[in-house]
């Protein structure tokens, strides 16, 4: 398991946190591209808070992804070594 691997597994991750709390960036999105209006700052508070669950949520799924792999790869080495004492 290489470094790329897990970035590339964080980048899917990451895509797929997006489209599912897709309203966090388009939250921020509309607050910084409409003229500025104080009813408008709850848009960049929620959006910010969404946002950051977003890439909070992709991390865990990445960590736990990279343990799940860790775990495999021992339990298969640990076979292997086994087979090779039998």
């Not at 966090?24 to 969404?50: C, E, H, N, Q």
């Amino acid at each position: 398991m290489t470094p790329w691997t897990v970035f590339t597994r964080y980048l899917v991750f990451q895509g797929m946190t997006f489209v599912f709390g897709i309203v966090g960036p388009i939250f921020l999105a509309t607050f910084f591209t409409v003229a500025r209006d104080p009813s408008m700052k709850w848009m960049y508070y929620i959006g910010l808070l969404i946002t950051a669950a977003d890439i909070l949520v992709a991390l865990g799924l990445t960590q736990n992804w990279v343990r799940a792999e860790r775990a495999l790869l021992e339990t298969s080495e640990k076979q292997r070594r086994q087979r090779q004492v039998s």
